[in-house]
């Protein structure tokens, strides 16, 4: 995975308020960020990953595994959470970290019991996400990459043969 950035000193651009494309530097809007040469702005930018994640989390909300490991009855807040993980990953806004902090996902995901089942049907929620924003051959593979390799390292439990969901 890459780094994520933690360097404070520097406005950084947000996702969240009515306005999310400009940033406001000592009370005067400044040029907007420019993530022309991030994967993230390449495939289209926080209307793809907007898309990509709601998508997703249909399917999160359709399974019922997946689903339980979810307190929140409304599921807005942690698809929020991860649209802005995947945009501060993928080289667009920092909103993760100046909401957050670092992302730590074994850390955030200990609390769950993440068999190889659950990393599977993650993975095809997933994929619906993938498809319905229909990404270049390039960039679909290089995001599938990093999502099966995330995926993979977030099992922390084995399977349970009794388990029918």
């Known amino acids: ?58 399917g999160i909300a359709a399974d019922p595994l997946l689903r339980a490991m979810y307190a929140e009855e409304d599921l807005c807040p942690a698809e929020h959470r991860m649209l802005m993980f995947m945009e501060q990953y993928w080289g667009g806004p920092r909103t993760y970290l100046e909401e957050r902090g670092h992302p730590r996902l074994r ?12 990393r599977d049907r993650w993975l095809a929620a997933m ?3 993938v498809d319905a924003v229909q990404l270049s051959p390039m960039h679909e593979a290089t995001l599938w990459d990093y999502l099966e390799r995330a995926a993979h390292s ?12």
């Open 1 to 58: 995975m890459l780094p994520i950035p933690t360097t404070r000193g520097r406005q950084l651009p947000s996702t969240t308020g009515p306005a999310a494309s400009r940033t406001v530097v000592n009370g005067e809007e400044a040029e907007p960020a420019d993530y022309s040469d991030t994967f993230y702005g390449q495939i289209g930018g926080h209307e793809t990953f907007k898309k990509m994640i709601h998508v997703f989390y249909q």
């Open 107 to 118: 850390m955030r995901h200990v609390p769950f019991a993440v068999t190889p089942e659950a």
């Open 154 to 165: 977030l099992v922390n439990a084995a399977s349970d043969p009794a388990q029918k969901l």
């Open 127 to 129: 994929r619906k996400g």
